[in-house]
Nanobody
Framework: QAYLVESGGGLVQAGESLRLSCAVS????????MAWYRQAPGGQREWVAT??????TSYADSVKGRFTISRENMNMGYLQMNSLKPEDTAVYYC?????????WGQGTQVTVSS
């Protein structure tokens, strides 16, 4: 089993940036591909971005051009979030895609004020 720890969230103003980190322990290969998801208050968890082995990436339309997913090695992933908007407010999680192999971590809260 792999274990996931997300970090880097916080409270920012609209237009600012944050960089989220995803630390994967033990069987990091289970997070292939690696993805980020988010869950807004009262909403369902939604997919945000994916990175595959070899570096190919894909993004939800709502974050395309503002967010960048990357992976330093099998054990560390990142989500660079620029030009943040209030609607980006959510708890952010990393996991595989589809997220059917690894238990969810605790997530990291991102709050964007207007």
């Amino acid at each position: 089993q792999a274990y996931l720890v997300e970090s880097g969230g916080g409270l920012v103003q609209a237009g600012e940036s944050l960089r989220l980190s995803c630390a994967v322990s033990r069987r990091a290969s289970m997070l292939e591909p690696m993805a980020w998801y988010r869950q807004a208050p009262g909403g369902q968890r939604e997919w945000v971005a994916t990175i595959i082995r070899g570096g190919g990436t894909s993004y939800a339309d709502s974050v395309k051009g503002r967010f960048t997913i990357s992976r330093e090695n099998m054990n560390m992933g990142y989500l660079q979030m620029n030009s943040l908007k209030p609607e980006d407010t959510a708890v952010y999680y990393c996991n595989s895609k589809p997220p059917d192999r690894v238990d969810w971590g605790q997530g990291t809260q991102v709050t964007v004020s207007s």
